[in-house]
């Protein structure tokens, strides 16, 4: 092989790694330029949330909804901050807000849609549980695992819930829990076990 044939090999070869390389980088910026609008703004949300940044998980949340109104994800991480501030009232008006939406705008092969549904019902029972509406939490518990039960099976898989660590880690177990002590004659339920209340942790989506 004389020179310039090894001068043209070695040109074809970087020719082709630099086109691989282009498309990977365009690949990439156009998969970051067709996202639907408030994507972006729901994971900084949902970053924010986790390092318990509220203000500006909140502020994250509004940019998400302003750019597509009833963003689900925003809609949810939204209700999560609000779980996490302890302001109930808030957080059941946007869970409340997003069960409709969604009720009514869900298509039947929209696994991720399905799911969030489940968990915006699972995090309601959460309120109505805390606010000790125990027959509603069951309700929307029941609910939740009869939508999806996968995505609220269990810590961290798609929902916020209750973790009682000696009792129940799990809405189908806290359900369960629930509807055994509805059972029995009020002047027997325990309900509620400082203790165990007090060990509760909540379990944020792991994707919005």
Known sequence: MNVNAKVLKRFIIYMAILTFVMFTIWGFVRSFMDRPPGDYETEVCDIRLKDKKYDQALKAAEKALNKTPYHRGAMMCKALIFISKKNYTKADKILSELIIF?????????????GTLAAA??????????????EGALKDYVKALGI?????????????????????????????????????PEEERILSIKEL????????????
């Open 197 to 208: 209340d007090e060990g509760q942790v909540m379990h944020k989506p792991g994707k919005l």
């Open 121 to 134: 019902y699972a995090n309601r029972g959460i309120i109505k549980d805390r606010n000790k509406n125990y």
């Open 148 to 184: 999806d039960h996968e995505s609220v099976a269990g810590p961290g898989l798609g929902t916020v819930i209750l973790n009682y660590k000696f009792k129940s880690s799990s809405v189908k177990e806290r359900a369960l829990y629930l509807n055994e002590q509805l059972q029995l």
């Open 102 to 114: 969604l009720e009514k705008n869900l298509e039947d092969d929209d696994k991720t849609g399905i």
